[in-house]
């Protein structure tokens, strides 16, 4: 082939990908797409989502310091925060009552922790104060509050809110035996007291907020959006529950008498910052 022609034909075929490139791009599909992202004044207005696509989102702009350069008239681009994504409609999976910390039994939880198939109701995680000294225990699946049976959160909050001013209710949960093999579970029944003020009713919480790219570490269980709000600042981390703080500095004093409160690590200076 003549090398002019050649080079015609590629030139028509970067032309061609170059428009197929764009028309791809100003398509509705990221959150951050950079269309979305310019912003012709100093402070981020909301960015509007498709109703159709997400009528349950609200899109919270996250206040940003105005850019002295953009205030100054230049027109240098100033990368626009990603907005926080915070459905409206969240699937519940935490609920706290009582010093209960109770999570929703899901087909997933029972699979993994060895629960009968098909049970349903909140499974204690953990059990403190009044929860602790009613004799409930960790890994108890709530299955009534009194008279109301109990299936999911929202059935927890609505049982909990019936006896709210009571002082005492019985907790109805089913306990596993810790025997290896088929799990066996025995219905028993505590009661539950409050000397001051009533019960008071359970408060429920979503799933964590997550980043927009973060992997997903558990199963498949639908879209994101679902369960989490996407975004920054809606969370400490490091989470001050692992207690993992960052490594205070320390002295040559205490590097060189090796003095440690924690376990080998490897060498301080790895870690610590040695003053
Ligand atoms: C049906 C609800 C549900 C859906 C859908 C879901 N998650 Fe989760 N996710 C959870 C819950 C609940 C947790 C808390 C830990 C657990 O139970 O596994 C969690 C934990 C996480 C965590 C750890 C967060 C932390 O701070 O500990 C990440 C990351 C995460 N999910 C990512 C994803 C991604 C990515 C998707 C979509 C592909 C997704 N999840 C879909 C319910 C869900
Ligand atoms: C892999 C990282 C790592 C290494 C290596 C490490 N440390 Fe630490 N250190 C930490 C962290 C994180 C903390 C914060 C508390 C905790 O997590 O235990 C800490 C806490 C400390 C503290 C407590 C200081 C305070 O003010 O509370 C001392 C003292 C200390 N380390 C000494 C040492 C010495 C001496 C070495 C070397 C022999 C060492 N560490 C090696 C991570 C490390």
Redesign the pocket.
């Known amino acids: 082939m003549n090398s002019k022609v050649a080079l015609l034909v590629a030139g028509l075929v970067v032309a061609l990908v170059l428009v197929i490139g764009r028309q791809g791009a100003v398509a509705p599909q990221a959150m951050n797409t950079p269309s979305q992202a310019v912003v012709a004044g100093p402070v981020a207005a909301p960015v509007a989502f498709p109703q159709t696509q997400y009528p349950q989102a609200t899109n919270v702009a996250m206040p940003v310091e105005p850019d002295p350069a953009a205030a100054a008239g230049a027109t240098a681009a100033t990368e626009s925060p990603l907005p926080n994504f915070v459905p409206r409609k969240l699937t519940v999976f935490e609920g706290h009552w009582q010093g209960m910390d109770g999570r929703l039994m899901t087909e997933e939880l029972a699979r993994k922790l060895n629960y009968p198939r098909g049970l349903q109701g909140v499974l204690l995680g953990e059990v403190t104060l009044n929860a602790a000294f009613s004799g409930l225990l960790a890994g108890d699946v709530i299955v009534r509050i009194d008279d109301t049976p109990v299936t999911d959160m929202e059935s927890f909050k609505a049982a909990s809110r019936i006896v709210a001013n009571r002082s005492e209710a019985r907790i109805s949960v089913l306990r596993k035996d810790n025997r290896p093999g088929a799990p066996v579970v025995r219905k028993l029944t505590v009661v539950l007291r409050e000397a001051e003020g009533g019960l008071g009713f359970a408060q429920l919480e979503g799933a964590p907020m997550i980043l927009a790219g973060d992997p997903r570490p558990h199963g498949y269980r639908g879209a994101c959006t679902d369960c989490h709000p996407i975004g920054q600042g809606f969370e400490l981390t490091p989470d001050p529950d692992l ?6 500095t ?1 002295t040559r004093d ?2 060189a008498r ?5 376990e ?5 200076e ?3 910052v040695i003053k």
């Open positions: 207690i993992s703080l960052p490594p205070p320390i205490m590097v090796n003095v440690s409160p924690h080998v690590r490897g060498p301080c790895a870690c610590h």
